[in-house]
């Protein structure tokens, strides 16, 4: 079992910046990535970014440029730095470690969420 526990989160003027920071424990060699998704209310949960073990990163076309994905060398504590923030950034941020068996099987493991507020 893998363990994500996440903070950070808080209300910011568009414009600003928030860093989301996840702390992974248990079995967490088993994961073949970290991420961030979020949740909007009334929208599909969404991937932000994430980050393979071997270091490969993915972010959405919408924060490209503004959010940047980290880990730290122990790969157990992945953070999120998101810059010039807008409102429809507003949203449930979740962090999530992935556990990929094939191209369609795949386990995923979820964090509480930390809400994210940003005002215009």
């Known amino acids: 079992q893998v363990q994500l526990v996440e903070s950070g989160g808080g209300f910011v003027q568009a414009g600003g910046s928030l860093r989301l920071s996840c702390a992974a424990s248990?079995?967490?060699?088993?994961?073949?990535?970290l991420g961030w998704y979020r949740q909007a209310p009334g929208k599909e949960r969404e991937l932000v970014a994430t980050?393979?073990?071997?270091?490969?990163?993915k972010y959405a076309d919408s924060v490209k440029d503004r959010f940047t994905i980290s880990r730290d060398n122990a790969k157990t504590t992945v953070y999120l730095q998101m810059n010039s923030l807008k409102p429809e950034d507003t949203a449930v941020y979740y962090c999530n470690g992935e556990k990929t068996y094939s191209d369609i099987l795949r386990e995923d493991y979820w964090g509480q969420g930390t809400q994210v507020t940003v005002s215009s």
């Open positions: 980050i393979s073990t071997g270091g490969d990163t």
């Open positions: 248990g079995s967490t060699d088993i994961l073949d990535a």
